[in-house]
T-cell receptor, first 111, second 114 residues
Framework: SQQGEEDPQALSIQEGENATMNCSYKTSINNLQWYRQNSGRGLVHLILIRSNEREKHSGRLRVTLDTSKKSSSLLITASRAADTASYFCATDAEGNNRLAFGKGNQVVVIP | DGGITQSPKYLFRKEGQNVTLSCEQNLNHDAMYWYRQDPGQGLRLIYYSQIVNDFQKGDIAEGYSVSREKKESFPLTVTSAQKNPTAFYLC?????????????FGPGTRLLVL
């Protein structure tokens, strides 16, 4: 079953703007991860945030987690054309040492 | 895509045919995973293996089979029982066992039905 649900599904922005995408989940989690997928390629891990963390940064990425609302957001600041990709959240809500991936957000950065 | 490889990049299957997708990793990772990706549906787990000679079904195991005879290899067979096999197949591995682990993905195999 898919625990993560990203919203919105598709986003088109100008280079230099910020991109924000959201992920919601249904059950309690220990951690949440974000991955990026370039078209036709495998996924690449971006960041992991634990349930006791509210915000985490990595370069131009900022992830927030609100466990009371069961939601997370990924912010990409000062976007670049190379940020054009699909972004997936994944939670550990399934247990059994496996992740549940959301449906993904497609982000297009226009040069 | 790290030290995990998948082959072939494209695979064509005839009706009634079994085909095998290769996944190899040189990362010395314990666990390996197979996902199916369809447009607009994200990743769905087919099978996963936490240790050699052991594997578990995921959410959509019907019509698929796997083996884990070696730590570095986790091939996926798409059998003739899988009636809608056209999809992008992704293999992944994790260093240890646990859903806090980072998953490292291969470049994927696109399976098409003739």
């Amino acid at each position: 079953s898919q625990q993560g649900e990203e919203d919105p599904q598709a986003l088109s922005i100008q280079e230099g703007e910020n991109a924000t995408m959201n992920c919601s989940y249904k059950t309690s989690i220990n951690n949440l991860q974000w991955y990026r997928q370039n078209s036709g390629r495998g996924l690449v891990h971006l960041i992991l945030i634990r349930s006791n963390e509210r915000e985490k940064h990595s370069g131009r990425l900022r992830v927030t987690l609100d466990t009371s609302k069961k939601s997370s957001s990924l912010l990409i600041t000062a976007s670049r054309a190379a940020d054009t990709a699909s972004y997936f959240c994944a939670t550990d809500a399934e247990g059994n040492n496996r992740l549940a991936f959301g449906k993904g957000n497609q982000v297009v950065v226009i040069p | 895509d790290g030290g995990i490889t998948q082959s072939p990049k494209y695979l064509f299957r005839k009706e009634g045919q079994n085909v095998t997708l290769s996944c190899e990793q040189n990362l010395n990772h314990d666990a390996m995973y197979w996902y199916r990706q369809d447009p607009g549906q994200g990743l769905r787990l087919i099978y996963y293996s936490q240790i050699v000679n052991d594997f578990q079904k995921g959410d959509i195991a019907e019509g698929y089979s796997v083996s884990r005879e070696k730590k570095e290899s986790f091939p996926l067979t798409v059998t003739s029982a899988q009636k809608n096999p056209t999809a992008f197949y992704l293999c992944a591995s994790t260093r240890g066992i646990g859903n806090h682990e980072t998953q490292y993905f291969g470049p994927g195999t696109r399976l098409l039905v003739l």
